[in-house]
């Protein structure tokens, strides 16, 4: 083993990414099995991040292999211009099937990043065609996240991640998160009268709604925010405004899509009906880098009316391969109904988190929905006071856990974009409860070792 990794370190010279990407693994992933990474070693790891996000329906599904295998054998590429594709057509028939009924078509992509990439030019185009040219502004929230690309990056209110880049950002508005562990205007729910919603009434109205083209939220926060879960008024109150305003709604479904909050879709927890959904982890399971934007109704007919095409697209996009890999995951999810046992699972998963990690100093907040879980770890429970961003404490808590055989998540910058340390878990849908049993009771004791030397 030691030989093997010290000749993928000498190798891992070649790779730019992970060489100064902050620190090198340290453990070579051999192969996976159900809701199980193994090493090459034989150790065993629960991968209780999923991905992060992204395994829906566990590793090494013999049914996915197949699908991809069939499609190989007939064709692996073919250019989208100029050939009609058969599973892609089935694919976002099945889309559309499952998600809400004001939508009726897709736009397929490789990645999240490059999916709200796609949703900002969509709605830019969309509003260009109808006649208002001047619509260009994109308003977002602090601490979202959204891919890295430029564009979402721009989108995304992630300081950190954002610091190195800015001068090359659009510098569109912001509003603060409605995350009521670290509320951004210092109030209190439900006294605030959901400030965190009303604030994009008063950002549209500054910069001149004739101006704003769309606004953009993950349903569900992700790596910024830790799994935050906005009160039940706050999406209706958004949906209200862009109504009102004539602003396209894009719901960043990168994670919560494809059932991971026990919904097909994060936002219909709050029935509520966004224009544009982006969607990519769950979707693939990880057997394919693949991504959707799914597009409302109204977008499409403006478009047919007008004969506009969309000025836009990659050549990967919609590979018959990838196509055929999702289409079997989603019939996976659809069949095993996996989305209603996301929702099932969920409710023990959270019972049995908070009763193993809640009594923990270091444990501040834990939320989230199904089975995607923020955990936010603070120096101080009482001042829900953060860790010095330059202890990275979160990377730490991961390598106990995974020494201790548990993956997830560590994400940082809940507090303010920079500081704030929080681990996400978010298993397979196919995991058992007494396999949740063993990764939270190795999490305990990962705060356990994590504590003697943090605090
Ligand atoms: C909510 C959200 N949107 C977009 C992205 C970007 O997706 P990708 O890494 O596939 O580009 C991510 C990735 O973690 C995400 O969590």
Redesign the pocket.
């Known amino acids: 083993m030691a030989e093997r990794l010290k000749a993928a370190q000498r190798l891992s010279d070649n790779l730019f990414g992970t060489l100064h990407g902050g620190h090198l693994p340290e453990v070579i992933c051999d192969h996976g099995e159900g809701i199980y990474l193994f090493d090459q070693d034989g150790k065993k790891y629960i991968d209780f991040s999923g991905g ?2 992204v395994v829906s329906i566990g590793h090494g599904n013999k049914k996915v292999r197949e699908a991809m295998l069939r499609q190989m054998e007939k064709v692996s590429f073919f250019f989208r211009s100029f050939w009609l594709s058969e599973p892609l057509l089935e694919l976002a028939a099945r889309i559309i099937k499952v998600a809400p009924s004001n939508f009726t078509m897709c736009q397929f992509c490789n ?6 990439e796609t949703a900002i030019k969509i709605a830019r185009q969309y509003h260009v065609e109808r006649g208002k040219p001047e619509k260009y502004m994109v308003i977002t929230r602090w601490q979202g ?5 430029l564009g ?1 990056l721009s989108a995304g209110g992630h300081t950190m991640r954002r610091q190195k880049f800015e001068p090359m950002l659009h510098q569109w508005p912001k509003i603060g998160a409605p995350l009521c562990y670290r509320c951004a205007y210092d109030l209190s729910y439900p006294g605030c009268k959901i400030k965190c919603a009303r604030a994009l009434e008063e950002v549209i109205n500054q910069v001149g709604p004739q101006y704003v083209a769309a606004f953009i939220a ?1 349903s569900i926060g ?2 910024g925010t830790a799994a935050m879960v906005p009160v039940p008024e706050y999406y209706p109150m958004i949906r209200e405004i862009c109504d009102k305003y004539d602003v396209l709604f894009i719901d ?1 479904e ?2 919560c899509g494809f059932g991971r909050t026990g919904r097909w879709f994060g936002i219909e927890h709050w029935g509520v009906a966004p224009d544009i959904m ?1 969607a ?2 769950g979707m693939t399971g990880g057997y394919t880098p693949m ?1 959707v934007v799914i597009l409302d109704e109204k977008i499409g007919r403006v478009f047919n009316e007008k004969g506009a095409s969309f000025i836009h697209g990659f050549t990967m996009e919609g590979n018959p391969v990838s196509a055929a890999a999702c289409l079997t995951v989603i019939d996976i999810i659809e069949s095993e109904g996996l989305v209603a046992r996301s929702a099932r699972l969920g409710e023990y998963f959270f019972k049995k988190g908070r009763e193993s990690l809640a009594q923990h100093p270091t444990v501040g907040d834990i939320r989230g929905k199904g089975l995607l879980m923020g955990i936010e770890l603070v120096k101080n429970r009482e001042t829900r006071e953060p860790f010095e961003p330059k202890f990275m404490v979160a990377n730490r808590f991961q390598q106990i856990a995974m020494e201790k055989g548990v993956m997830g998540y560590p994400a940082t910058g809940m507090a303010n974009g920079v500081k704030g340390d929080s681990f996400l878990v978010s298993p397979p849908f196919i995991i058992k409860e007494e396999e949740i049993d063993t990764a939270f009771d190795r999490l305990d004791a990962a705060f356990t070792e994590f504590e003697r030397e943090c605090l």
């Open positions: 992060p996000h990645s999240g990043s490059e999916a709200n996240y959204h891919g890295m690309t979402a993950e992700g790596a960043d990168v994670i982006t990519a982890k991504a």
